[in-house]
T-cell receptor, first 116, second 111 residues
Framework: DADVTQTPRNRITKTGKRIMLECSQT?????MYWYRQDPGLGLRLIYY???????NKGEISDGYSVSRQAQAKFSLSLESAIPNQTALYFC???????????????FGPGTRLTVL | LAKTTQPISMDSYEGQEVNITCSHN???????ITWYQQFPSQGPRFIIQ?????VTNEVASLFIPADRKSSTLSLPRVSLSDTAVYYC????????????WGAGTKLIIKP
């Protein structure tokens, strides 16, 4: 079974709709991340969470919100989707920095979101 | 803010050594350099990280010159299965979270 899972894997929605993307992990990591990937732009960090009570904005948080329901679950919401939020979204986890390779993140398979 | 620049694409042949270079002129003192590999329909996968000089693991080597303004990922004796997109990342988890990903280098290995 995959350590980091994302649902749904694909989603097509319309402008103005509320969308939630979900991420679950069985790695036991405290730290979780949401990224978006656009062609030619690499990955950009949306939000990250150190633990259930700690949530932080990343590089491009406008238009997004998150919820850390438990250590293993981290959800990303688009309150009112717009076409330029069409992208591939990845969830990732990592151990605390002192516990392993400083920049090793474990990624889910991604959610392809299309906003019409 | 650091910016990473890497070639858009590269071709090579099975059995060759492949070197992919990333430029990061404004790298900060605490930043690490990390490389990830991504296959279609999958998330990126960690390959190697380093701070300075040379790091080697079972799949790759990472060369970082003294000024740290660039880095080179070296893949020895590539095979067809190494065809993927390779990303350079500059930053440090647990630091200021200014994680700067390159746009990726699409590596195509030919038989």
């Amino acid at each position: 079974d995959a350590d980091v899972t994302q649902t749904p894997r694909n989603r097509i929605t319309k402008t103005g709709k509320r969308i939630m993307l979900e991420c679950s992990q069985t790695k036991g990591h405290d730290r979780m991340y949401w990224y978006r990937q656009d062609p030619g732009l690499g990955l950009r960090l949306i939000y990250y969470s150190f633990d259930v009570k700690d949530i932080n904005k990343g590089e491009i948080s406008d238009g997004y919100s998150v919820s850390r329901q438990a250590q293993a679950k981290f959800s990303l919401s688009l309150e009112s989707a717009i076409p330029n939020q069409t992208a591939l979204y990845f969830c990732a986890t990592s151990e605390p920095v002192a516990g392993g390779s400083y920049n090793e993140q474990f990624f889910g398979p991604g959610t392809r979101l299309t906003v019409l | 803010l650091a910016k990473t620049t890497q070639p858009i694409s590269m071709d090579s042949y099975e059995g060759q050594e492949v070197n992919i270079t990333c430029s990061h002129n404004n790298i900060a003192t605490n930043d690490y350099i990390t490389w990830y590999q991504q296959f279609p329909s999958q998330g990126p996968r960690f390959i190697i990280q380093g701070y300075k000089t040379k790091v080697t693991n079972e799949v790759a080597s990472l060369f970082i010159p003294a000024d740290r303004k660039s880095s080179t990922l070296s893949l020895p004796r590539v095979s067809l299965s190494d065809t993927a997109v390779y990303y350079c990342l500059v930053g440090l988890l647990g630091g200021n979270y200014q994680l700067i990903w390159g746009a990726g280098t699409k590596l195509i290995i030919k038989p």
